[in-house]
């Protein structure tokens, strides 16, 4: 801690204009002896957090940001080989007291007044709801109902909070939450997935997950969610649709575990399609959205069959709701889309392999930078299927046959996307025709012979277009 500290050397030179506190995340973290791989502190200020913020983000050659005006928030960013957060606050109520009071769970309503000499005495703590009990318990008690009404965010940072931490919500704090969940439906869903995703970083997040449906709160961040409690799976599924999405995310993570040696794929799932979040975990999300389409597309035909006939289409319109909602970027919008609507591919991958080669072509050409991850979706969504009609050695030779195609993918990229041999231009020079669609398609058609390896040399392509000159 008392490294930590000297990052807070220039604070000094501003007690005496007012009285600043260390409060929260930090202190937390630090009695728990937590290691850390950034440093961020949160700054309760008696007077005038905005002049002091601004001042301190000079005297340290720091980037100033203004966070909450209404709340008086500002944040103070110093970069370099090991970045470091300020958060300046106003103090809430009359003193550290009262504001430590107003905040959510008694593990973060922790204070410590900073002096001259900027060094943390442990005696000296500012403990008014018991949180360093808790701490030493692993518990997450709220202080009060009304701190969790005021700021509904508070409601799923007690489950990032377990997440992150490993502690238990004590079951009067699970009461409130599953109380008063329905108030997440008006919070922003920049917040909402900020600490999302921070569950779901996790290893094992679908416990998380699992309690978060458990409590109502998924129903209150994700639309169209209640509407999967609903549906008889049908005879192939032993959940309804919702508690499989859970048991799909809970078997992609054990799969993810089972293949922490293939280094590629690893490498694969640490991509940030937006900075900060892995393709890791937009995988887990886009994991538990893939039957999102089964609620509209649901029906009982003629012969008295279930049917959920094109939910994977459904679906993929469906998330740009979702996206909407929890103000994903586009990136990973598009990402989450294609795996939803490409999910039932892999199994038709592997039902035909043996008939062609061109279905792995084709699948691979589709599904482009995400055919690795729908694989990865369609052996958790597989594996998380055991109806009584369901067979366990299917879902053997499924795990097993996709489980061999990511290796072959990572292998053997030439064969999945050939080296380009002639572009458009070159094919309506030969042809003697203007652009139109027919390059397309003449172009995908070069590819896949070549994937085929029935085309190999610029010289065959060139021969191959002047004989569909002549056919046509």
């Known amino acids: 801690m008392e490294e930590s500290f000297r990052h807070l050397e220039n604070i000094k030179f501003f007690l005496d204009k007012t009285r600043i506190y260390l409060v929260g995340g930090f202190l937390r973290d630090s009695l728990l002896t937590r290691t850390r791989d950034y440093l961020d502190f949160d700054l309760a200020v008696e007077k005038d957090a905005l002049s002091l913020s601004k001042d301190f983000a000079k005297s340290i050659s720091g980037s100033w940001f203004r966070l909450d005006d209404f709340n008086k928030v500002y944040r103070v960013l110093k970069k370099g080989d090991f970045s470091v957060q300020y958060d300046f606050s106003a103090m809430r109520g009359k003193d550290i007291i009262s504001d430590l009071k107003s905040r959510d769970y008694t593990i973060n309503a922790l204070g410590y007044e900073l002096k001259e000499s900027i060094s943390f005495d442990e005696n000296y703590l500012i403990d008014p709801c018991g949180g360093r009990e808790d701490l030493e318990k692993r518990l997450i008690r709220t202080i009060d109902s009304k701190n969790l009404i005021d700021d509904p965010l508070r409601i799923l940072r007690a489950v990032s909070l377990a997440s992150d931490l490993g502690f238990e919500i004590v079951p009067e704090t699970l009461e409130i939450i599953g109380k008063e969940a329905g108030l997440l439906k008006d919070t922003s869903g920049e917040r909402i997935t900020e600490e999302l995703f921070k569950i779901l970083r996790n290893i094992y997040s679908y416990k998380y997950v699992k309690l978060m449906n ?3 709160i998924i129903d209150s961040v994700v639309p169209f969610w209640a509407e999967l409690k609903n549906p008889d799976p049908g005879p192939y599924h032993h959940l309804k649709v919702n508690l499989h999405s859970i048991e799909s995310l ?9 293949s922490k040696e293939n280094e590629k794929l690893l490498s694969y799932l640490k991509e940030e399609p937006r900075a900060g979040r892995s393709r890791r975990e937009v995988l887990k999300l886009a994991t538990l959205l893939h039957d999102i389409g089964k609620g509209p597309a649901y029906f009982v035909d003629e012969n008295n069959k279930i049917r959920f006939t094109g939910h994977e289409k459904k679906g993929s319109q469906m998330l740009d709701t979702i996206s909407q909602r929890l103000k994903l ?7 989450i889309s294609d795996m939803v609507y490409y999910h039932l591919r892999p199994g038709f991958v592997v039902d035909h392999l043996n008939d062609s080669k061109r ?8 599904t482009k930078d995400e055919a690795v991850s729908t694989m990865l979706l369609s052996i958790a969504d597989k594996s998380a299927t055991r109806g009584r009609l369901s067979d366990s050695e299917d879902i053997a030779h499924h795990k097993k046959v996709l489980t061999d195609l990511i290796k072959y993918y990572f292998q053997k990229q030439e064969e999945i996307k ?5 572009d458009g231009n070159a094919v309506m020079d030969i042809l003697k025709i203007g652009p139109s669609p027919k390059i397309g398609r003449i172009l995908k058609e070069i590819e896949e012979k070549q994937a085929m390896g029935e085309i190999k040399t610029k010289e065959e392509a060139i021969e191959h277009i002047r004989n569909l000159k ?3």
């Open 214 to 216: 458990e409590l109502g």
């Open 250 to 258: 809970k078997q992609l993570e054990i799969f993810l575990e089972e």
């Open 329 to 335: 970027s586009r990136k990973e919008s598009m990402m």
């Open 359 to 366: 279905v792995l072509y084709r699948y691979f050409r589709d």
């Open 418 to 422: 050939p080296p380009k041999l002639i």
């Open 470 to 472: 002549i056919d046509e």
